[in-house]
Nanobody
Framework: QVQLVESGGGLVQPGGSLRLSCAAS????????MNWHRQAPGKQRELVAT???????NYADSVKGRFTISRDNGKNTVYLQMNSLRPEDTAVYYC????????????????WGQGTQVTVSS
């Protein structure tokens, strides 16, 4: 199994910054795509940022220029640097890691973190 542990959420004032981390643990797996999603109360879950094994990134229009996704392959960790935070960024943020088992079967997997609360308020 592949387990994800998220950290870095909290309360921040508008214009402030936070960095979220998500570490994957387990054995016999290889990671391909890593994503950050978020869900605000009463809203649908949305994809915020994605990064491939080759380092290609993409962002939701609402966070472009403010958020940066990165990864450390040696540590099996993905980060989300959030700058110039706005109240509308308030949500539970979820890490999502996709890859495959490094066994003869090569079984694909998709794992989700427990979620971390980000609140932007003055």
């Amino acid at each position: 199994q592949v387990q994800l542990v998220e950290s870095g959420g909290g309360l921040v004032q508008p214009g402030g910054s936070l960095r979220l981390s998500c570490a994957a643990s387990g054995s016999m797996f290889s990671i391909n795509v890593m994503n950050w999603h978020r869900q605000a109360p009463g809203k649908q879950r949305e994809l915020v940022a994605t990064i491939t094994s080759g380092g290609s990134t993409n962002y939701a229009d609402s966070v472009k220029g403010r958020f940066t996704i990165s990864r450390d392959n040696g540590k099996n960790t993905v980060y989300l640097q959030m700058n110039s935070l706005r109240p509308e960024d308030t949500a539970v943020y979820y890490c999502n890691v996709n890859g495959y088992r490094t066994t003869s079967w090569g079984t694909p997997f998709s794992s989700w973190g427990q979620g971390t609360q980000v609140t932007v308020s003055s």
